[in-house]
């Protein structure tokens, strides 16, 4: 076997004929590995395209809408929303804020207030969020006219953390005709405001 090689490598049409099969299966490998990376950039600039035509599309949409929305955009400009936000975005004066319209209805339904503290506030997005935690004592038809007075006003202001505690020991507790028993609350109220930009 070893002699027909040596023969065969000797014969220089043979080896001309190796040499170039050789080189044929080296340029068509090339070629092939050539072909998939170039199928693989086509089909990256194919997806590229289509996800460009799809936003575009989007767009093309948006910009068919553009006298709607800019009637809805006119109206939202019409309505007063401030006066859903506390008046002072100075955290501690919108807290007192809350405070005060707090106050005025607890004294409005006979609630009466143990503590307050003020929680620390938050901003979100343009907006800060203030609070306020009370603890009080009332009866529970006061208590109920005191959160639906507090969250059907303006401004918007939400209860959070809400717990009710009976103030009566039922081993000694002696019903009172015509005196309903107090019930302690404790939550926290807050209020957003709207934070002004210093120009």
Do not use: C
């Not at 039922?170 to 019903?175: E, G, H, L, T, Y």
């Amino acid at each position: 076997m070893n002699l027909r090689v040596e023969k065969i490598v000797e014969n220089p049409v043979a080896s001309r004929a190796i040499a170039l099969l050789l080189l044929l299966i080296v340029v068509s490998g090339v070629g092939y590995l050539v072909s998939l990376e170039l199928e693989q950039q086509h089909q990256r600039y194919e997806d590229i395209i289509e996800r460009r035509t799809l936003l575009i599309a989007g767009y093309q949409r948006v910009a068919a809408n553009r006298s709607d929305i800019e009637k809805t955009i006119a109206n939202v400009k019409k309505l007063d929303t401030a006066r859903y936000y506390l008046r002072n975005s100075s955290p501690s004066l919108a807290a007192a804020e809350v405070q005060d319209y707090a106050q005025a209805i607890f004294e409005a339904n006979g609630m009466k207030v143990n503590s307050v503290s003020i929680s620390p506030h938050k901003d979100e997005d343009g907006r800060r969020k203030v609070g306020v935690n009370f603890n009080l004592r009332g009866t529970s038809e006061a208590t109920q006219k005191s959160f639906h007075a507090l969250e059907s006003q303006l401004p918007y202001l939400f209860v959070d953390n809400l717990a009710l505690r009976s103030t009566v020991n039922s081993r000694r507790w002696q019903p009172t005709p015509d005196v309903e028993p107090e019930i302690q609350v404790q939550f926290d109220l807050y209020g957003y405001a709207q934070i002004r930009k210093i120009k």
